[in-house]
């Protein structure tokens, strides 16, 4: 069955084109492409437009438990409809229920599994798509869906561990900031209030302190609001393929946390990868694929331009050592050997098995280095008000002392 193709590409003139074009596959799109004289830049199946959305998704845990569990099911000899009906009393979430209950209607009516996961992108991405589909046309879906499954294991032990090292840091830093802002607002100004009726020439240490606190008492609510309003900005500028690169561009030159941000992308882009080609998907699609599974805007771009070497006939190691500023030398080695081996998909989970621990010890060591860092932050800064605040009391005294 022809698929709708979306692409973007550029002319010998140079001009640059897009258009939609049916094709029964990929290659033979960009073969009518080439045809005409386009160099093809950048291609991907169309969604349907009839596809299911729905006001929430489904987590990622309920669709890894439906994948362990169909695969069981289905490599034990149940038929396909069966194994959706004992697998939908299961599923709790009304959302996925209903999608799985469509998709049994779908597979019902003929649709193969592929087919039925394509109608729900937002369930269903198109890595998982493409995999079904290959497993079904090489006739090995529940290996497939296996590989899928623990796919999903590794994706979201790596991703817990990213978001579990962001969580301590950001909670440590926003007590710090509430503290600091409630002592400022709040409490400052009772001092300034009372050191002001005793007439005193305040030392330098209690005037910053308290200009600062009268900056934050006057400007505090717009502060609030602008803090609030950048990351509103921040996050509608992301839904943009420009100000995502942008962001992604600048987070990956941030010191340590840049680092720990590319290993784990290269760490995605190197599981879905050889998830993908061991499933038998052509490459030009595990690429695309792949390059979107990054999460990284900056690395999808290059992985896309870099489809462009690999059509014209480069293998994977050449492509990626063009690319030095993203792909570090280790991870253009084992790719050699791979492919040198006929093992490429093996030698890339081990990739990402590799920088997976790399992203455990650049997550261990940036909380070793921020534990202390914080600690001595708060230490300075409370430490500064305090002794601001007592210095005047300290000056009263002597003055009360010297006229006894």
């Not at 074009?21 to 004289?37: D, P, Q, W």
């Not at 400007?219 to 950048?230: D, P, V």
């Not at 997976?356 to 060591?365: G, K, L, R, S, Y």
Request: proline share 4%.
């Amino acid at each position: 069955m022809p698929t709708v193709y979306i692409w973007r590409g550029r002319t010998e003139d140079g001009l640059y084109v897009s258009g939609e074009t049916e094709a029964e596959n990929e290659g033979e799109l960009l073969l009518s492409l080439r045809k005409k004289g386009i160099i093809p830049r950048y291609v991907r199946e169309k969604q349907e437009a009839r596809a299911f959305t729905f006001g929430r998704g489904v987590p990622q845990k309920d669709i890894l438990f439906f994948t362990r569990q169909f695969a069981t099911l289905f490599s034990s000899g149940v038929p396909i409809v069966q194994a959706f009906d004992a697998l939908i009393g299961q599923i709790k979430n009304k959302t996925f229920k209903k999608v799985l209950m469509q998709m049994r209607a779908d597979i019902e009516k003929g649709s193969s599994l592929a087919e039925a996961m394509k109608r729900h992108p937002r369930v269903f991405s198109s890595l998982f798509v493409n995999m079904v589909r290959a497993g079904e046309e090489g006739g090995m879906l529940d290996k497939v869906l296996f590989r899928m499954a623990d796919y999903f294991e590794k994706m979201m032990k790596l991703r817990r561990k990213i978001i579990g090292a962001m969580i301590y840091p950001s909670l440590v830093i926003g007590v710090a900031t509430l503290v600091v802002a409630i002592i400022m607002i709040f409490v400052i100004p009772t001092f300034a209030k009372l050191f002001g009726e005793m007439g005193l020439q305040l030392p330098l240490p209690t005037r910053i302190t308290i200009a600062i606190s009268n900056f934050m008492v006057k400007t505090g609510i717009f502060i609030l609001l602008g803090i609030i309003g950048f990351f509103i900005f921040i996050k509608l500028f992301r839904r943009t393929d420009k100000g995502k690169k942008i962001t992604d561009s600048i987070l990956l030159k941030f010191p340590i946390l840049g680092v720990i941000l590319l290993k784990a992308s290269l760490s995605r882009f190197a599981r879905t990868l050889g998830t993908l080609l061991g499933s038998g998907v052509p490459i030009l699609n595990s690429m695309e694929i792949s390059a979107r599974a990054s999460g990284n805007k900056v690395i999808e771009d290059v992985v896309i331009q870099m489809r462009d070497d690999i059509t014209a006939g480069k293998s994977l190691t050449e492509v990626l050592k063009s690319r030095p500023e993203l792909f570090p030398p280790v991870f253009i080695q084992m790719v050699n050997v791979g492919e040198a081996t006929g093992g490429t998909d093996e030698m890339l989970n081990k990739v990402s098995d590799f920088y997976d621990e790399e992203v455990d010890n650049a997550v261990a060591n940036l909380m070793n280095m921020l534990e202390p860092a914080l600690i001595v932050f708060l230490g300075v800064t409370i430490g500064f008000i305090v002794i601001s605040l007592y210095l005047p009391i300290f000056k009263l005294g002597e003055v009360v002392g010297g006229g006894g």
